[in-house]
Every structure is written in C-alpha cells, then in structure tokens.
Nanobody, 125 residues
C-alpha cells in the first residue's frame, strides 16, 4: 500500500507562485505515472500534470502549459508541482495520484491506484 501526502498549498495573489510536494509516506511506486489533479467547487476533477516514474516524459493540461512544471526526486520519492503565474481560476484542491494501471490517458483518474488527501490552493485577484 502506498500512502501519498501532499503539502505546499496556500493562499497567494494572482501572478504568484507555489510549489506543491507529493511524498510517498509509506510504500513506493516503481513504475507508472504520478499525476496532479485538481477539483474546484462545482467542477469535475481535472488532470493537471503527470510524469512517468523514473522517466522524463511529462504531460500537462493545456490550461497550465508554460506555467506549471512537474518534476521528481527519486531519492526522496517525491514529486513536485511548481506553479508560476497563478490565476484565480487555478483555485482548487490539488491531489496527488500514483498508479500503473494502463487504461486510458494520463488525465483519466482510473489510471491511478493511490491518491492523497489533497492540499488547497487559493489564488486571489
């Protein structure tokens, strides 16, 4: 069993930056993807970015391309999401997910077996 713990959320003004972290508190995933999803009130869960575990391939939602960067530190078993030029529409609960289920595209939740509890990001004007 893999337990994922997110941190780094907070409140910032538009144009600001935050870095989210996703650490595997227990267990370890050695293959598949780690992704960040977000859910704003009244909206569906949205895939934000993903990275192949131990690899270099990354994926981004169009809405965050050029502003967000996903990266990993394998030694620390941690994945990061650097968020720059934040906008009010980025306000959401952000969740980390990991899994090796080969079923669908990277932004589809069914690919992920493990989920964190989330960290809130609030961007004000």
């Amino acid at each position: 069993q893999v337990q994922l713990v997110e941190s780094g959320g907070g409140s910032v003004q538009a144009g600001g930056s935050l870095r989210l972290s996703c650490a595997a508190a227990t267990g370890r995933t050695s293959s598949g993807l780690v992704a960040w999803f977000r859910r704003a009130p009244g909206n569906e869960r949205e895939g934000v970015a993903a990275v192949h575990i131990g690899g270099s391939s990354t994926y981004y939602a169009d809405s965050v391309k050029g502003r967000f960067t996903i990266s990993q530190d394998n030694a620390k078993n941690t994945v990061y999401l650097q968020m720059n030029s934040l906008k009010p529409e980025d306000t959401a609960m952000y969740y980390c997910a990991a899994g090796d289920i080969v079923d669908g595209s990277w932004y589809q939740p069914r690919r992920y077996r493990y989920w964190g509890k989330g960290t809130q990001v609030t961007v004000s004007q």
